[in-house]
């Protein structure tokens, strides 16, 4: 049964009373009805991953203030020199080519994750990559990536009769020529691959029909399925394209990669695309030699450059998407697979190292620095290495859980065991994850022109509002603090339509609980 009829159904249901788990519920707020809404809820999120490959020298990007002379000693000939650092507090700076970053950070939008890789680090590009794309353990090998996993179990039936009415988007979307692991099912890619904005190519020609019988056919007939499933949506991406509209004094003088990429997510967003995640990259992060131009200005040079790219990209998609209105929807975040080393070499770069900073970004973001500065040894040498405070899956399982709502099975599922939680959303709070509203209740439901909305909350603020099944707020209902006990709220519904609809309780920390509400005049 399609969801569309499935919705439409659900009015036919009654509100005779059933138990689950000794809770005495109806059928219009069953947990089966509590779970779509949420999952309805949670599709127009966006997550943009920006993946800085070659392993990115986190200490002369966010540079630990306090620690800064322990630091001198050990990459006097790179460090950056520290008046010249943007500061986000009296202890952390970034590198001086950072504005845009700044800007965000200054606007309340941007996360600095302190000290982050994973157990055991390797330090292979390609087998460091394999672990961040896959959300591995270093000693397991797995083939599929974390987002893969996480479409796969919204869509176990894909590709098959995909596109279709209810998803006609792709899933995942991988621009730039480096194709990640991230996006990759335990079968098929779970989304689709992009060079350009507009260019969309055959990719299907000479088929090699004679060797189908071989092992190479096999395989190519694997190839072609993925490539056919690619060209179901090249109307799609068109569309949205023809449709797009970026503002060019934005993007203009950002003529390179990662912003071309970026502009052309942002193209796709604008026109309407509803995929949920988008895959970008920037190279050349592997800096063991001329990491810095000039010893006489070490904030210039191949790394000041690629921060300078990363952070005026970032910062003209942040405004980007404020211009097309969907900026509350969107949020990105940065990786690399691994850091380098504290130590300088004398080819003024850095080697291969083991935590880093991540940033993340959007208007949906707790702003802040998680996490200490990196702890600086007061003798270093070429084996020093830098501790992980947070495993990156611990930033992973925090966007799954509170950006895509993602329920703790399915996550578990989907990262193979469970792992910390971070505050970075505004939905949420690490230290007290239950919400102050509890027994939620709506009657009478269906309702026409009026219902009445019954909970208990402790005392402080309470925000109610209401969505349809698309995720969009419909209304604003009540916004005004509330004493400890039970509390009635009558809800006019003069003004909206028929159909199904969410009513979402918010408490003051952002945690809420929610009801179906079936408006049917």
């Known amino acids: 049964m399609k969801r569309r009829d499935f919705i439409k159904n659900t009015s036919l249901l009654t509100a005779t009373p059933f138990v689950i788990g000794g809770l005495s519920v109806t059928a219009n707020s069953s947990p089966v009805l509590e779970t779509l809404a949420k999952k309805a809820n949670a599709e127009d999120k966006i997550l943009i991953l920006i993946q800085l490959v070659g392993g990115n020298d986190g200490l002369n990007t966010v540079i630990p203030l306090d620690k800064y002379d322990k630091l001198f000693n050990a990459r006097e000939n790179i460090i950056i020199d520290e008046k010249k650092t943007l500061k986000l507090t009296d202890s952390v700076g970034l590198h001086p080519v950072m504005t845009g970053m700044k800007t965000l950070w200054d606007e309340g939008k941007l996360a600095v994750v302190q000290n982050v890789s994973y157990p055991s680090q390797n330090f292979s590009h390609f087998r460091s990559t394999d672990i961040w794309t896959s959300a591995s353990e270093a000693d397991k090998y797995v083939s599929s990536g974390w987002i893969g996993r996480y479409l796969n179990n919204l869509h176990p039936q894909f590709p098959e009769n995909y596109p279709n009415d209810d998803y006609q988007d792709p899933l995942s979307i991988t621009v730039g020529s480096l194709v990640s692991q991230t996006c990759q099912g335990p079968i098929f890619s779970m989304g689709l691959a992009l060079n350009s904005a507009t260019n969309f190519v055959d990719l299907n020609k000479n088929p090699d029909e004679d060797k189908l019988d071989s092992e190479y056919g096999k395989e190519l007939n694997y190839v072609r399925t993925v490539i056919a499933q690619t060209e179901k949506y090249v109307d799609v991406l068109q569309n949205a394209i023809d449709k797009s509209n970026v503002d060019d004094n934005i993007w203009s003088d950002l003529n390179f990669n990662l912003a071309n990429q970026l502009k052309i997510v942002a193209q796709l967003l604008s026109g309407g695309i509803k995929t949920k995640v988008f895959v970008c990259s920037i190279g050349g992060f592997d800096t063991h030699s001329t990491q810095i131009s000039d010893e006489n200005d070490t904030s210039i040079g191949a790394h000041a450059n690629l921060l300078a790219q990363v952070s005026s990209s970032i910062y003209a998609f942040q405004k980007q998407i404020e211009a097309t209105g969907i900026s509350d929807k969107v949020v990105g975040m940065t990786f690399s697979e691994f850091g380098r080393r504290i130590i300088s070499n004398s080819s003024l770069g850095t080697d291969h190292g083991s935590a880093a900073?991540?940033?993340?970004?959007?208007?949906?973001?707790?702003?802040?620095?998680?996490?200490?500065?990196?702890?600086?040894?007061?003798?270093?040498?070429?084996?020093?290495?830098?501790?992980?405070?947070?495993?990156?899956?611990?930033?992973?399982?925090?966007?799954?859980?509170?950006?895509f709502e993602v329920n703790n099975s399915q996550l578990n599922e989907i990262m193979f065991r469970e792992f910390d939680i971070l505050p970075l959303f505004k939905t949420t709070s690490v230290k007290n994850n239950t919400s102050n509203i509890d027994a939620v209740r709506v009657y009478p439901n269906p309702a026409s022109n009026k219902t009445n909305l019954k909970f208990f909350t402790k005392a402080g603020g309470v925000k109610i509002e209401l969505f349809d099944m698309s995720g969009r707020k419909v209304a604003d209902i009540f916004n005004s603090y509330l004493g400890n006990g039970e509390h009635n709220i009558d809800i006019n519904l003069l003004k909206i339509n028929n159909g199904q609809y969410l009513i979402k309780v918010s408490d003051e920390k952002g945690l809420f609980n929610s009801v179906k509400l079936i408006v049917n005049k």
């Open 357 to 403: 900073p991540m940033f993340v970004f959007g208007d949906s973001i707790n702003a802040g620095i998680y996490g200490n500065n990196p702890d600086i040894p007061d003798n270093v040498d070429v084996s020093s290495n830098l501790e992980m405070e947070f495993d990156f899956r611990d930033i992973y399982s925090t966007v799954l859980r509170d950006w």
